[in-house]
Structures are given as structure tokens and as C-alpha cells.
């Protein structure tokens, strides 16, 4: 008997004994044993698979943020590669260019970039801009009655409105040829600058002249103070720009700009323009001026022909 189990049950019907030899009690045991080992292995397995999934999930939630922001990222680098491009047109356009639409975009802003500095060369050399801060004309080129003699008579330049010692600067670069007190031709204070290839600017009725004779000035430096000297009816400055010893309308070249480049071509009939850009041009680098001379020979035709 040492080797089963009895098990009695009672009831309302009786008294029930069964025997069980002692291996199936070995048998149940270490099967419940495995089960429960198993159950534990399984919820381990389920764990850790939980923890991976939730790994890959916060991964997938990253790598889609990511994703997501790489998309508006190259959408914005496209809005602005489009910008980009349109301000290049813009570029081109404005300064005359005509490049191929399929050329790379790196190309066509190397030779913006290259255009753009031979047009600053040219704005550097040949007289620009106003020479004070301009609030309007008083009294135009051409011929008019003297305000002071009354007698009729061509008048070489444009009369600048301005009060007294207002800054006047050079609107281009050169040497000063004359500075000083200029009595006989009723100018008073006057600044004479040698702007080279012909050009000459006059600066007239001065109140101060802050340059000397045989100094060299560039674009944009101060020479002096507006005022009332020489014949003069009340402070301003009498702009003069001359090519040659030929008295030119200095209200076109006030006014010309990088935005109305071309402008002046057409305003200004007097001056020999597509040899002199070239000539100006030819001091750049080869590349450079040969593109400039080009363009410039191509647009100052178009304007002959207009």
C-alpha cells in the first residue's frame, strides 16, 4: 500500500474510495509545475514583446515626426529655391540678362553676380545719383532768363534745392581739378572733379569746399557744404555734368539707377555709349568684360533701333 493514495468520498449516496498509485501523484505534480513554469515564461514573453512593440511604436511615432518635418523642411527649401528663382528673373531682367532657362541656378547667379559688378564698375566711373539730398529742381537745364542778370541764356546745369551747408558728395569716383573761390564765372565756391573717360561734374555757389586741388575722391565722399556765393539768388546747389566740355542734362544722371539702367541710353544722345561701357569693361577680368561688352552692345542696339 506504500505506493498508491487512497482517497475516500462521502456523500449523501455513500462512501466512495479510490486509489491512486503514488507516480501519478509525481506525474500531476510536476505537470502543474511545468504549466505554472510555463505561465510565467509565456507572461514574460508577452512583457517583454509589449516593451519591444512599444519601443518600435515610440520609434515609428519618431521616425514619422521626423518624416514629417523633412517634408516641410523641402517644402520650405522649394519655396525658397522658387523665391530664389524668381528674384533672379527679377535680376536678369532688371539688369538686361538674357540666359538660358535651362542654365543651373548656380550658373545664372554667377553671372548675376558678375553682371551686377560690371554695372557697379560703370556706376563707379560715370557720374550717378544726386549729389544732395534731393528735394527737386529749382531751376532746370536750359535755356532760361538769369535770375540775377535777367538776360536770357543757356543754363548748364540743374539748380538743386537745399538750405544752407547742406552735405554735398561726389557722385563719382575721380580727382578734384578745381577747388576753390571762382570768381570770373560767377559760380562762387566751386568744386571741379575729373570723373575720367571725358566726364567732368561741377559743383557751384558752395558756402564750403572740403577737398583739395589734385585730391582723389571716390563715389559717395563728402566735398562739401551747399551755401549763397557767386552770382546766386539763395543757397542751393548748381549741379553741372559735362562729357567732352559739352554741357549734359544732369536730371537724367540724378535720377539713373541700377532700377532704370538702360534709361539713360536713350535720354542721353550725346555720349558714345557702347564704346565707352566697352572700353570701361575691358578692366574686369577677361570673362567679365567680354559678357559686359556683349550685353551691352546687344541692348544699346535695341535702343538704336527703338
Same mark, same amino acid.
Given at each position: 500500500?506504500?505506493?498508491?493514495? +487512497?482517497?475516500?468520498?462521502?456523500?449523501?449516496?455513500?462512501?466512495?474510495?479510490?486509489?491512486?498509485? /503514488?507516480?501519478?501523484?509525481?506525474?500531476?505534480?510536476?505537470?502543474?509545475?511545468?504549466?505554472?513554469?510555463?505561465?510565467?515564461?509565456?507572461?514574460?514573453?508577452?512583457?517583454?514583446?509589449?516593451?519591444?512593440?512599444?519601443?518600435?511604436?515610440?520609434?515609428?511615432?519618431?521616425?514619422?515626426?521626423? *518624416?514629417?518635418?523633412?517634408?516641410?523642411?523641402? /517644402?520650405?527649401?522649394?519655396?525658397?529655391?522658387?523665391?530664389?528663382?524668381?528674384?533672379?528673373?527679377?535680376?536678369?531682367?532688371?539688369? $538686361?540678362?538674357?540666359?538660358?532657362? *535651362?542654365?543651373?541656378?548656380?550658373?545664372?547667379?554667377?553671372?548675376?553676380?558678375?553682371?551686377?559688378?560690371?554695372?557697379?564698375?560703370?556706376?563707379?566711373?560715370?557720374? +550717378?545719383?544726386?549729389? %544732395?539730398?534731393?528735394?527737386? %529742381?529749382?531751376?532746370?537745364? $536750359?535755356?532760361?532768363?538769369?535770375?540775377?542778370?535777367?538776360?536770357?541764356?543757356?543754363?548748364?546745369?540743374?539748380?538743386?534745392?537745399?538750405?544752407?551747408?547742406?552735405?554735398?558728395?561726389?557722385?563719382?569716383?575721380?580727382?578734384?581739378?578745381?577747388?576753390?573761390?571762382?570768381?570770373?564765372? $560767377?559760380?562762387?565756391?566751386?568744386?571741379?572733379?575729373?570723373?575720367?573717360?571725358?566726364?567732368?561734374?561741377?559743383?557751384?555757389?558752395? $558756402? /564750403?569746399?572740403?577737398?583739395?586741388?589734385? #585730391?582723389?575722391? #571716390?563715389?559717395?565722399?563728402?566735398?562739401?557744404?551747399?551755401? *549763397?556765393?557767386?552770382?546766386? +539768388?539763395?543757397?542751393?546747389?548748381?549741379?553741372?555734368?559735362?562729357?567732352?566740355?559739352?554741357?549734359?542734362?544732369?536730371?537724367?544722371?540724378?535720377?539713373?539707377?541700377?532700377?532704370?539702367?538702360?534709361?539713360?541710353?536713350?535720354?542721353?544722345?550725346?555720349?558714345?555709349?557702347?564704346?565707352?561701357?566697352?572700353?570701361?569693361?575691358?578692366?574686369?577680368?577677361?570673362?567679365?568684360?567680354?559678357?559686359?561688352?556683349?550685353?551691352?552692345? +546687344? *541692348?544699346?542696339?535695341?535702343?538704336?533701333?527703338?
Amino acid at each position: 500500500m506504500e505506493h498508491k493514495i +487512497n482517497i475516500t468520498i462521502e456523500d449523501a449516496k455513500g462512501v466512495k474510495e479510490f486509489s491512486f498509485h /503514488k507516480r501519478v501523484k509525481h506525474f500531476a505534480f510536476y505537470t502543474i509545475a511545468a504549466v505554472v513554469i510555463l505561465l510565467i515564461f509565456s507572461a514574460y514573453v508577452v512583457l517583454s514583446l509589449s516593451k519591444e512593440l512599444g519601443t518600435i511604436e515610440a520609434k515609428k511615432d519618431l521616425l514619422e515626426a521626423q *518624416n514629417s518635418l523633412m517634408g516641410q523642411t523641402i /517644402k520650405s527649401r522649394e519655396h525658397e529655391l522658387k523665391l530664389l528663382d524668381e528674384r533672379l528673373i527679377g535680376i536678369e531682367e532688371l539688369i $538686361g540678362m538674357d540666359v538660358d532657362d *535651362n542654365a543651373p541656378l548656380s550658373k545664372r547667379v554667377d553671372v548675376a553676380r558678375l553682371t551686377s559688378r560690371e554695372r557697379r564698375l560703370i556706376f563707379e566711373i560715370i557720374p +550717378n545719383g544726386s549729389p %544732395i539730398e534731393y528735394h527737386g %529742381i529749382t531751376s532746370k537745364f $536750359g535755356y532760361r532768363k538769369h535770375p540775377i542778370t535777367g538776360k536770357r541764356e543757356k543754363h548748364k546745369g540743374s539748380d538743386m534745392r537745399a538750405k544752407i551747408f547742406t552735405e554735398v558728395y561726389a557722385t563719382a569716383n575721380g580727382v578734384v581739378e578745381y577747388a576753390g573761390y571762382h570768381r570770373r564765372s $560767377g559760380y562762387g565756391r566751386l568744386i571741379i572733379i575729373d570723373n575720367a573717360y571725358g566726364f567732368k561734374t561741377y559743383f557751384a555757389h558752395l $558756402g /564750403k569746399v572740403k577737398v583739395k586741388h589734385a #585730391q582723389v575722391v #571716390q563715389k559717395g565722399d563728402l566735398i562739401g557744404l551747399t551755401g *549763397n556765393t557767386g552770382r546766386s +539768388n539763395g543757397p542751393h546747389l548748381h549741379y553741372e555734368i559735362r562729357f567732352m566740355q559739352q554741357a549734359l542734362n544732369p536730371y537724367w544722371f540724378i535720377k539713373w539707377t541700377m532700377n532704370n539702367y538702360e534709361e539713360i541710353f536713350t535720354k542721353e544722345k550725346h555720349i558714345p555709349w557702347a564704346p565707352l561701357l566697352s572700353l570701361i569693361t575691358s578692366y574686369l577680368p577677361e570673362e567679365s568684360s567680354q559678357k559686359c561688352v556683349q550685353d551691352n552692345e +546687344n *541692348n544699346l542696339s535695341v535702343m538704336t533701333d527703338r
